[in-house]
């Protein structure tokens, strides 16, 4: 497979159809995907800002540092494959979740960003961490799928009245 087609195919990924995937709007499904590649860049970023706390002899953060640089090369494994693309194991790793509900990278998302907060408290950290809970959300969001229309709601909502 070429550069080129390897591109292409990334790119397809966020219009596959899955559980409810046809149903989604586009602008959550690419929202998602750049709200989790900006999220990694700057959880990449602010794990380095954590870790260059040690040549202060501040290790207070440093593990917070090192999750959150983890947490940033997940993201972009996850919602930017093609950042990676001259690392063959990510493609099988983003295909792999690309094969699973929403609900799981909402929970993976919303679980794993509290884990530098509570390691190391601070503004970076804080809003790193809100960048990939906010991600986790809109997974969660899309997760539940296309609201029911107004009629079949009243129904619903009738029959069930005592």
């Given amino acids: 497979m070429s550069m080129g087609d390897k591109v292409t195919n990334l790119w397809k990924r966020a219009s596959d159809e899955g559980e409810n995937r046809d149903e989604i709007p586009w602008h959550l499904k690419y929202g998602s995907r750049t709200l989790g590649t900006f999220a990694g860049i700057v ?58 509900p929403y609900w799981t990278r909402a929970i993976l998302y919303a679980g794993v960003s509290l884990i530098p907060i509570l390691l190391c408290f601070g503004p970076s950290t804080l809003i790193a961490s809100a960048l990939v809970f906010c991600t986790g959300l809109l997974y969660g969001l899309m997760s539940v799928g296309k609201k029911a229309p107004a009629e079949q709601m009243k129904t619903t909502a009738s029959t069930l009245e005592p």
């Fill in 43 to 100: 959880n990449l970023f602010t794990g380095v800002w954590n870790g260059l706390g040690l040549i202060f002899l501040n290790t207070d953060c440093l593990f917070g540092g090192i999750i959150q640089l983890l947490l940033g090369i997940l993201l972009i494994a996850l919602e930017a494959p093609f950042l990676c693309v001259f690392i063959d194991y990510m493609q099988k790793v983003s295909d792999v979740a690309e094969n699973k």
